[in-house]
Nanobody, 122 residues
Framework: QVQLVESGGGLVQAGGSLRLSCAAS????????MGWFRQTPGKAREFVAA????????DYADSVKGRFTISRDIAENTVYLQIDSLKPEDTAVYHC???????????????WGRGTQVTVSS
């Protein structure tokens, strides 16, 4: 089993920054693809970004390119999502997820964290 625990969310003013963390434990793998998704009530879950655990590649949703940066720390078994120039429309619960496969395939994630709330005030 794989456990993913997100942290780092909070209330921030528009234009501010946050760094979300996702700590992975259990039967993790260097072949994992790690992704971040976000969801707001009444809307479908939205892909945000992904990175291969090996660091070979990244993928970003068009809506976040230039403002969001995904990275990973192998020693800490942690994936980060740096969010800059926050906008009210970034308000959502942000979930970390993991799977095997290709970083550019935005589906078929097997493992999910419970999420961390990000709220951006205008």
């Amino acid at each position: 089993q794989v456990q993913l625990v997100e942290s780092g969310g909070g209330l921030v003013q528009a234009g501010g920054s946050l760094r979300l963390s996702c700590a992975a434990s259990g039967r993790t793998s260097s072949s994992f693809i790690m992704g971040w998704f976000r969801q707001t009530p009444g809307k479908a879950r939205e892909f945000v970004a992904a990175i291969s655990w090996s660091g070979e590649g990244t993928d970003y949703a068009d809506s976040v390119k230039g403002r969001f940066t995904i990275s990973r720390d192998i020693a800490e078994n942690t994936v980060y999502l740096q969010i800059d120039s926050l906008k009210p429309e970034d308000t959502a619960v942000y979930h970390c997820a993991a799977k095997f496969g290709r970083v550019t395939n935005r589906s078929y994630y097997n493992y999910w964290g419970r999420g961390t709330q990000v709220t951006v005030s205008s």
